[in-house]
């Protein structure tokens, strides 16, 4: 099975959890907060293997979560950071944002890496809240969740040239004669229902050849098979355009060229304007010449070179293959990368949404608060624990949110919701 489209759900690890603890060892009086901090959560990395030729492994496993860091511990003890999960992809694979349809990263080159989500860091332990004027805290960090997101993998097969023209018309005779690529070839059409990959070498030069499963009038629209492979030529430098000079129903073959180069507009008009060689095939049937010069004359009307080929006996491949040659030596390579790379080179990071500017709600005489980062705060603060909450309350207000909710009209004994959490609000360092 050829699996082209994914849609995976990917969660960073959690961070560990600081803790609470203090020296206890004789003859060191008053030791002091000893709590270590959580360990960081793992990062998911989506990582290209140029074993993978479809993305069949995510037809069944759709969620990826990273391990969660180590807890902190007693005497200043560090929990262990947790190791990063990589998925494999493969190689042309393009990361979207399901909701915005924006593209994240693709990956065009091999081992190249992007980070799907991060792992969370990890919780304070109570040692590093510890300062000259507070120097017993009773409180420590849980550690941050990590990223969660929903994301679109689609692949787009990389290739220098793509056979394209009706089914039946011999192309995967031709890529199994000038490549290893062992394709099924039988005489009714569609007999390639999937993609096949070949590699050519050819005078010294190496090229990769997509065949891509035979195009019929209405494609763009989803008439049979190959409007879902049309993609996989979008990336292509080349297109050699296979006719077949006879057809079963007795068709014109310069009808079945023109309709084939308008489904390849409709699809993209980019598609259309891609450089293409006309191979003429089956010419080594009978009663073919007429109808083969009428087709090279019509085409070299409209500046198309024709070369005249049997792709079963062989005949004419080595001009075909000669030209192609050529035509890829002045044909720059495509620019693959649609994102820019991140700080390090060939590696994409995901960079986080921005967190929103405060926002103050009141929805039956309760205040709703949202963004500047609380519903993380919230996550990490032990909602059970008094100390914490102090400095939660603490945090609030260094960050301007007490005030907001003063100029809301926020009274003592009025209901605040904050990330699914409720809290009454009082004044002073009690609580909220």
Request: aromatic share 8%.
């Amino acid at each position: 099975m050829f699996l082209d489209y994914a849609k995976i759900h990917v969660s960073g690890g959690d961070g560990g959890n600081g803790v609470v603890a203090f020296r206890r060892e004789p003859y060191v009086p008053r030791g002091g907060p000893a709590g270590g901090n959580g360990g960081k959560g793992g990062d998911v990395w989506l990582v290209v293997d140029e074993s993978m030729n479809t993305l069949e492994d995510f037809r069944y496993t759709k969620h990826y979560r990273a391990k969660r860091g180590g807890h902190g511990g007693g005497n200043n003890k560090q929990g262990a950071n947790a190791p990063d999960l990589e998925i494999r992809v493969p190689l042309g694979t393009i990361v979207k944002d399901p909701e915005t349809g924006k593209v994240l990263a693709d990956l065009v080159e091999p081992g190249q890496r992007f980070l799907a989500a991060k792992g969370g860091r990890g919780g304070w332990g109570n040692a590093h809240f510890a300062t000259a004027t507070h120097k017993a805290p009773q409180f420590a960090e849980k550690g941050e969740p990590g990223q969660k997101r929903w994301l679109e993998l689609e692949l787009k097969m990389l290739a220098d040239v793509g056979l394209v023209g009706f089914p039946n018309a011999g192309k995967s005779t031709l890529i199994s004669k000038i490549s290893r690529a062992r394709p099924k070839v039988a005489d009714y059409p569609f007999t390639t229902v999937t993609p096949s990959l070949g590699v050519v070498s050819h005078k010294g030069e190496t090229f990769v050849v997509a065949d891509i499963p035979g195009l019929i009038e209405g494609a763009h629209e989803g008439a049979g098979l190959g409007h879902r492979f049309l993609k996989h030529i979008e990336r292509t430098r080349l297109i050699i355009h296979l006719v077949e000079v006879t057809s079963p129903d007795g068709s014109d073959p310069w009808e079945r060229f023109e309709k084939i180069n308008k489904e390849l507009e409709y699809y993209s008009p980019k598609l259309a304007e891609k450089r293409q060689l006309v191979a003429l095939n089956k010419l080594d049937l009978p009663n073919t010449a007429e109808v083969a010069e009428g087709f090279i004359r019509k085409a070299a009307e409209r500046g198309y070179m024709v070369y005249p080929i049997s792709a079963k006996v062989g005949t004419g491949l080595e001009v075909l293959l000669d030209q192609v040659v050529e035509e890829l030596k002045r044909l720059p390579k495509p620019n693959l990368v649609e994102e820019e790379p991140g700080e390090d080179e060939g590696v994409y990071r995901f960079e986080p949404v921005e967190e929103y500017p405060l926002q103050v709600e009141k929805r039956n005489g309760i205040f709703h608060l949202s963004g500047a980062g609380l519903e993380r705060l919230v996550a990490m603060t032990h909602l059970d624990n008094e100390a914490a909450l102090r400095h939660f309350y603490h945090i609030l207000l260094k960050r301007g949110v007490i005030d907001r909710l003063r100029e809301e009209g926020v009274q003592p004994g009025d209901t605040v919701e904050i990330a699914g959490v409720e809290f009454e609000y009082t004044e002073g360092l009690e609580g909220l």
